[in-house]
């Protein structure tokens, strides 16, 4: 459970990014979150992974309060949290499996489960027979497969994206929402910023809507709302 | 930390000394050639400081004992020189244990001066050192006012301008190899940074799926010092092997005593673990002011 009371962001340069933002996402929920860009949208999500720390206000997620995590204890943090980024992140001079299997070895796994969770998740995401490729030898589509395997190797409860379609083609861009919906049928809580109206619309799910650092919308199975 | 662990940041770090080939070269190279440059002046300190304490050794004070002194006037101008407090030793050499050693001195034709054996011309002599040689000039000012004392020898002026050369040189050379330390480890901190930089991604997604900062920073610390101890491995390789050979060319051909090298076992073996223990710490220094750096958000 994701919990926001009255946060509010200033950056260092002046720049208010939020502005009293107050929301609570239950367990399980599947959540974009839309907006013009420069709105807040991307500090909102940074904020649920403690990438950005509030100027003010609290982020409770299972019970503990991100404004007041210390720095030291961050990583424990995000080994609950997956993450999933527009540019994939992924290592170009590691394999498929290599890379998927960083997120286990950097929290000092033992080789057997790093090898049995890594099988499995690519089994998931559908790319068990790519593991020996590199990243710039498969397509978009799969290189964003291999990412989301990768945040969701550790069984987060929490999965936040941000723009996981931005750089596909809208034909890829379903097969990943595809996978979304899968792993929130498992249960895991999904927070996706997005600017892919057709997306939105299509499958429904909840919408918050983020404009000058507030919430301007918030229902629960709604539409993208903007004409970009 | 977990064997798997520490394996797998020893592995980390060897892959990422090849993956980065050119920089790990580069690298390696500034250790390399720093270590070199440091390691010949410290060859050369150390033999000039063994010259330096083998002329200070060599450095006394001849005391010509007056002929006219008797047999108790010798014993009271050695007590005097006795109640020296920087005097170490006297010893005491007759005129014909003089003669001796001048005949001696001569070699072949020293045998013309037998004939001084029934007139013996020369002084008894005391033949003091001190306990520091740099005060051996104070001493014989000293000892030239007691009487009986005829003349009192130690290689005036020369001694002092030997001590004041030597001791120019060390700080000059001391100077130069901190100088060269600094210069070195600011390259590494800088090459180490450049190849961090290339790896920052890597460091991105580490925080992102929660690696500690202890865990981030071991295979850099190891990289590090692996580029410094293999930077160091050239120096200590080729300087061993000049000064093996040098030494060895060297030792029948200096007659003069206090002009030996210092020997290769142990000063070389000292040597290559003083070059060896400096690559190690500049290649971890450099990279640990490095990764702090990028670990601070």
């Known amino acids: 459970m994701i919990e926001m009371q009255d946060v509010y962001k200033t950056y260092s340069n002046g720049v208010v990014a939020l502005n009293g933002v107050s929301v609570r996402i239950k367990q399980g929920e599947f959540v974009y979150v839309v907006g013009p860009s420069g709105a807040g949208k991307s500090t909102f999500v940074k904020m649920m992974y403690r990438e950005e720390k509030p100027t003010s206000g609290s982020i409770m997620i299972n019970g503990v309060n991100l404004a007041k995590l210390k720095d030291s204890k961050v990583p424990l943090l995000r080994r609950h949290i997956g993450v999933v980024f527009q540019d994939f992140k992924l290592l170009p001079k590691l394999t498929v499996y290599e890379n998927v299997a960083f997120a286990l070895e950097v929290i000092e796994e033992s080789p057997k489960t790093i090898k049995k969770k890594v099988m499995e998740v690519l089994d998931l995401v559908g790319l068990k027979h790519k593991v020996r490729s590199y990243p710039n030898e498969l397509s978009g589509g799969e290189q964003q497969r291999v990412s989301i395997a990768r945040s969701i190797v550790n069984s987060p409860k929490i999965v936040i994206a941000d723009e996981p379609t931005g750089n596909l083609d809208p034909e890829t861009s379903w097969g990943i929402m595809e996978l979304f919906e899968q792993i929130n049928d498992r249960g895991t809580t999904i927070v996706m910023a997005t600017h892919n109206r057709e997306i939105v619309n299509t499958i429904k799910r909840r919408v918050i809507a983020i404009e000058n650092g507030k919430i301007v919308r918030d229902e629960a199975r709604g539409e993208y709302g903007y004409d970009d | ?297």
């Open chain 2, 1 to 297: 930390m977990t064997i798997n662990t520490l394996k797998r940041h020893m592995r980390e770090s060897v892959k990422s000394l090849g993956r980065n080939g050119w920089m790990t070269f580069a690298s390696i190279s500034a250790v390399t050639v720093t270590l070199l440059l440091v390691g010949v002046f410290l060859v050369i300190m150390f033999n000039m400081n063994h010259f330096a304490k083998n002329i200070e050794d060599d450095v006394e004070i001849r005391v010509y004992i007056d002929l006219t002194a008797t047999e108790k006037d010798k014993q009271a101008l050695r007590a005097k020189i006795d109640a020296i407090p920087e005097v170490k030793e006297i010893q005491y050499s007759s005129k014909e244990n003089e003669l001796k050693n001048l005949i001696k001195s001569f070699g072949e034709e020293g045998s013309s001066f037998r004939l001084f054996e029934q007139d013996n011309p020369l002084s008894d002599v005391y033949v003091v050192k001190t306990v520091k040689p740099t005060d051996t000039m104070k001493v014989a000012k000293q000892i030239e006012t007691f009487k009986f004392a005829h003349k009192v020898k130690y290689g005036q002026g020369e001694v002092e301008k030997l001590f004041k050369t030597l001791k120019i040189a060390r700080n000059i050379g001391l100077g130069l190899i901190i100088g060269l330390l600094f210069t070195a480890m600011f390259l590494i901190s800088n090459t180490i940074k450049i190849t961090i930089f290339a790896r920052r991604r890597e460091i991105e997604i580490m925080r992102l799926v929660g690696a500690t900062n202890g865990f981030i920073r071991w295979p850099f610390f190891l990289e590090g010092l692996w580029l410094g101890v293999i930077g160091a491995v050239v120096p200590v390789v080729s300087l061993s092997f000049v000064y093996y050979n040098i030494y060895e060319f060297v030792k029948p051909r200096l007659a003069v005593p206090f002009m030996q090298l210092l020997p290769f076992n142990p000063f070389m073996w000292q040597i290559s673990a003083v070059l060896l223990l400096l690559g190690a710490c500049i290649g971890v220094w450099g990279s640990m002011m490095s990764v702090r750096k990028f670990l601070k958000v």
